[in-house]
Protein backbone atom coordinates (compact mmCIF):
# COMPACT_ATOMS: atom_id res chain seq x y z
CA UNK A 1 0.00 0.00 0.00
CA UNK A 2 0.91 3.74 -1.03
CA UNK A 3 2.42 5.21 2.37
CA UNK A 4 2.00 8.59 1.38
CA UNK A 5 -0.63 9.81 -1.39
CA UNK A 6 -0.82 12.69 -3.71
CA UNK A 7 -4.59 12.10 -5.59
CA UNK A 8 -3.68 15.78 -7.03
CA UNK A 9 -1.06 15.34 -10.29
CA UNK A 10 -1.53 18.84 -11.37
CA UNK A 11 -3.35 21.93 -10.15
CA UNK A 12 -4.01 25.67 -11.38
CA UNK A 13 -3.97 28.55 -9.23
CA UNK A 14 -4.47 32.47 -9.63
CA UNK A 15 -2.40 34.67 -9.01
CA UNK A 16 -2.74 35.73 -5.58
CA UNK A 17 -5.06 33.45 -4.57
CA UNK A 18 -4.69 30.41 -2.18
CA UNK A 19 -4.66 26.55 -2.89
CA UNK A 20 -4.40 23.46 -1.13
CA UNK A 21 -2.23 20.68 -1.95
CA UNK A 22 -3.78 16.95 -0.65
CA UNK A 23 -1.94 14.56 1.43
CA UNK A 24 -2.54 11.38 2.75
CA UNK A 25 -0.67 8.96 4.85
CA UNK A 26 -0.43 5.52 6.12
CA UNK A 27 1.36 4.31 9.00
CA UNK A 28 0.86 2.60 12.57
CA UNK A 29 3.75 4.46 14.06
CA UNK A 30 2.41 7.17 16.53
CA UNK A 31 5.75 9.19 16.28
CA UNK A 32 6.06 10.31 12.89
CA UNK A 33 7.26 13.48 11.20
CA UNK A 34 5.65 15.07 7.88
CA UNK A 35 7.06 17.27 5.05
CA UNK A 36 6.58 19.01 2.27
CA UNK A 37 9.00 19.86 -0.65
CA UNK A 38 9.13 22.12 -3.45
CA UNK A 39 11.06 20.83 -6.70
CA UNK A 40 11.51 23.53 -8.97
CA UNK A 41 12.62 22.39 -12.75
CA UNK A 42 15.93 22.85 -11.74
CA UNK A 43 15.72 19.85 -9.58
CA UNK A 44 16.60 21.50 -6.59
CA UNK A 45 14.34 20.30 -3.29
CA UNK A 46 13.37 22.96 -0.98
CA UNK A 47 12.08 22.26 2.64
CA UNK A 48 9.02 24.11 3.34
CA UNK A 49 7.02 22.81 6.47
CA UNK A 50 7.30 20.11 9.03
CA UNK A 51 4.43 19.06 11.25
CA UNK A 52 5.35 16.01 13.98
CA UNK A 53 2.75 13.67 14.80
CA UNK A 54 2.94 14.99 18.50
CA UNK A 55 2.46 18.63 17.38
CA UNK A 56 -0.71 20.16 18.41
CA UNK A 57 -0.95 23.29 16.50
CA UNK A 58 -0.51 23.15 12.52
CA UNK A 59 2.55 24.41 11.28
CA UNK A 60 3.06 27.69 9.60
CA UNK A 61 6.42 28.98 7.86
CA UNK A 62 5.08 32.36 5.93
CA UNK A 63 2.40 31.98 3.72
CA UNK A 64 3.27 27.99 3.93
CA UNK A 65 0.92 26.08 6.35
CA UNK A 66 -0.21 22.77 6.92
CA UNK A 67 -3.72 21.53 7.78
CA UNK A 68 -2.92 18.91 9.79
CA UNK A 69 -5.84 16.11 10.74
CA UNK A 70 -4.18 13.38 12.49
CA UNK A 71 -7.38 11.17 12.20
CA UNK A 72 -7.96 11.36 8.76
CA UNK A 73 -4.46 10.69 8.40
CA UNK A 74 -4.30 13.90 6.32
CA UNK A 75 -1.17 16.53 6.17
CA UNK A 76 -2.51 19.37 3.48
CA UNK A 77 -0.49 22.06 2.10
CA UNK A 78 -1.77 25.48 1.90
CA UNK A 79 0.16 28.17 -0.12
CA UNK A 80 -1.56 31.52 0.62
CA UNK A 81 -1.39 34.41 -1.91
CA UNK A 82 0.30 32.51 -4.42
CA UNK A 83 3.41 33.75 -6.44
CA UNK A 84 4.23 33.17 -10.33
CA UNK A 85 7.16 31.43 -8.78
CA UNK A 86 4.92 29.14 -6.97
CA UNK A 87 4.86 26.67 -9.65
CA UNK A 88 6.75 23.99 -9.37
CA UNK A 89 6.32 19.88 -7.87
CA UNK A 90 5.42 19.97 -4.64
CA UNK A 91 5.76 16.99 -2.66
CA UNK A 92 4.36 15.16 0.31
CA UNK A 93 6.97 12.88 2.78
CA UNK A 94 7.01 11.16 5.51
CA UNK A 95 9.58 10.14 8.46
CA UNK A 96 8.07 7.19 10.21
CA UNK A 97 9.10 6.56 13.79
CA UNK A 98 10.42 9.85 13.44
CA UNK A 99 13.74 8.70 13.80
CA UNK A 100 16.54 10.94 12.79
CA UNK A 101 18.12 7.47 11.27
CA UNK A 102 14.92 7.01 9.10
CA UNK A 103 14.59 8.00 5.86
CA UNK A 104 11.40 10.19 3.92
CA UNK A 105 9.24 8.58 1.92
CA UNK A 106 7.89 10.50 -0.98
CA UNK A 107 4.19 11.10 -2.64
CA UNK A 108 3.74 10.86 -6.14
CA UNK A 109 3.82 14.49 -6.45
CA UNK A 110 1.75 17.42 -7.53
CA UNK A 111 2.25 20.04 -9.90
CA UNK A 112 1.39 23.88 -9.21
CA UNK A 113 0.88 25.82 -11.86
CA UNK A 114 -0.01 29.97 -11.01
CA UNK A 115 -1.53 31.65 -13.43
CA UNK A 116 -0.93 35.50 -14.12
CA UNK B 1 22.09 26.61 7.15
CA UNK B 2 22.96 23.21 6.33
CA UNK B 3 24.41 22.45 2.81
CA UNK B 4 25.16 19.24 0.86
CA UNK B 5 26.98 20.24 -2.14
CA UNK B 6 26.33 17.68 -5.21
CA UNK B 7 28.76 17.17 -8.40
CA UNK B 8 28.74 16.95 -11.12
CA UNK B 9 25.19 18.54 -11.70
CA UNK B 10 24.79 16.83 -15.31
CA UNK B 11 26.84 14.00 -17.36
CA UNK B 12 26.52 12.09 -20.05
CA UNK B 13 28.55 9.17 -20.53
CA UNK B 14 28.76 6.15 -22.75
CA UNK B 15 27.28 2.72 -21.99
CA UNK B 16 29.67 0.84 -20.44
CA UNK B 17 31.40 3.18 -18.68
CA UNK B 18 31.61 4.14 -14.95
CA UNK B 19 30.42 7.64 -13.34
CA UNK B 20 30.92 8.55 -10.02
CA UNK B 21 28.30 11.12 -8.29
CA UNK B 22 29.51 13.17 -5.00
CA UNK B 23 27.69 14.72 -2.33
CA UNK B 24 29.68 16.94 0.76
CA UNK B 25 28.36 18.27 3.61
CA UNK B 26 29.63 21.71 3.75
CA UNK B 27 28.93 22.72 7.35
CA UNK B 28 28.16 19.73 9.14
CA UNK B 29 28.82 16.16 9.57
CA UNK B 30 26.42 13.56 7.89
CA UNK B 31 26.64 10.12 9.18
CA UNK B 32 24.13 9.16 7.26
CA UNK B 33 23.62 9.74 3.91
CA UNK B 34 20.09 8.77 1.70
CA UNK B 35 20.28 8.52 -2.25
CA UNK B 36 17.65 8.86 -3.78
CA UNK B 37 16.82 8.31 -7.92
CA UNK B 38 13.77 10.45 -9.95
CA UNK B 39 12.74 9.17 -13.11
CA UNK B 40 10.76 12.29 -15.30
CA UNK B 41 7.46 12.96 -13.85
CA UNK B 42 8.12 10.90 -11.37
CA UNK B 43 8.46 11.10 -7.87
CA UNK B 44 12.06 10.50 -5.41
CA UNK B 45 12.65 6.75 -4.94
CA UNK B 46 15.23 5.94 -2.26
CA UNK B 47 18.05 3.66 -3.30
CA UNK B 48 20.11 3.26 -0.85
CA UNK B 49 21.00 5.00 2.88
CA UNK B 50 24.72 5.38 3.22
CA UNK B 51 26.41 5.12 6.84
CA UNK B 52 29.77 6.66 7.65
CA UNK B 53 32.10 3.43 8.10
CA UNK B 54 29.81 0.85 7.00
CA UNK B 55 28.42 -0.73 4.33
CA UNK B 56 25.44 0.81 2.44
CA UNK B 57 21.87 -0.26 3.41
CA UNK B 58 20.01 -0.65 0.10
CA UNK B 59 16.45 -1.09 -1.06
CA UNK B 60 14.39 -4.12 -2.40
CA UNK B 61 15.52 -4.15 -6.21
CA UNK B 62 18.16 -1.88 -6.29
CA UNK B 63 22.03 -3.80 -7.22
CA UNK B 64 24.80 -3.35 -4.57
CA UNK B 65 27.32 -4.46 -7.49
CA UNK B 66 26.29 -1.31 -9.57
CA UNK B 67 25.18 1.14 -8.16
CA UNK B 68 28.23 1.15 -5.49
CA UNK B 69 28.58 3.79 -2.45
CA UNK B 70 30.81 4.94 -0.23
CA UNK B 71 30.88 6.97 2.49
CA UNK B 72 34.39 7.23 3.96
CA UNK B 73 34.06 10.40 6.05
CA UNK B 74 31.69 12.24 7.86
CA UNK B 75 30.98 14.72 5.35
CA UNK B 76 31.11 12.90 2.27
CA UNK B 77 29.26 10.22 0.14
CA UNK B 78 29.67 8.90 -3.39
CA UNK B 79 27.70 7.01 -5.20
CA UNK B 80 28.94 4.63 -8.56
CA UNK B 81 26.82 3.95 -11.33
CA UNK B 82 29.17 0.86 -12.52
CA UNK B 83 28.65 -0.35 -16.03
CA UNK B 84 26.01 2.41 -17.05
CA UNK B 85 23.10 1.31 -19.73
CA UNK B 86 20.69 3.45 -21.15
CA UNK B 87 18.04 2.65 -18.29
CA UNK B 88 20.10 4.09 -15.93
CA UNK B 89 19.52 7.46 -17.08
CA UNK B 90 18.04 9.50 -14.34
CA UNK B 91 17.90 12.32 -11.78
CA UNK B 92 20.35 11.00 -8.84
CA UNK B 93 19.89 13.12 -5.83
CA UNK B 94 21.73 12.56 -2.14
CA UNK B 95 20.05 14.39 0.98
CA UNK B 96 21.24 14.01 4.69
CA UNK B 97 19.75 14.94 8.35
CA UNK B 98 19.91 19.30 8.84
CA UNK B 99 21.32 19.52 11.95
CA UNK B 100 19.12 21.09 14.78
CA UNK B 101 16.64 20.84 12.43
CA UNK B 102 13.72 18.32 11.43
CA UNK B 103 14.58 19.10 8.00
CA UNK B 104 16.48 17.18 5.16
CA UNK B 105 18.94 19.04 3.30
CA UNK B 106 19.35 17.94 -0.46
CA UNK B 107 22.00 18.28 -2.84
CA UNK B 108 21.41 19.77 -5.97
CA UNK B 109 21.01 16.49 -8.21
CA UNK B 110 22.86 14.73 -10.78
CA UNK B 111 21.13 14.41 -14.16
CA UNK B 112 22.77 11.21 -15.71
CA UNK B 113 22.13 10.90 -19.41
CA UNK B 114 24.03 7.39 -20.96
CA UNK B 115 24.02 7.23 -24.25
Known amino acids: AQKITQTQPGMFVQEKEAVTLDCTYDTSDQSYGLFWYKQPSSGEMIFLIYQGSYDEQNATEGRYSLNFQKARKSANLVISASQLGDSAMYFC?????????????FGGGTRLMVKP | GAVVSQHPSRVICKSGTSVKIECRSLDFQATTMFWYRQFPKQSLMLMAT?????????EQGVEKDKFLINHASLTLSTLTVTSAHPEDSSFYIC???????????FGSGTRLTVV
Open chain 2, 95 to 105: SARAPNSHGYT
Open chain 2, 50 to 58: SNEGSKATY
Open chain 1, 93 to 105: AMREKDNAGNMLT
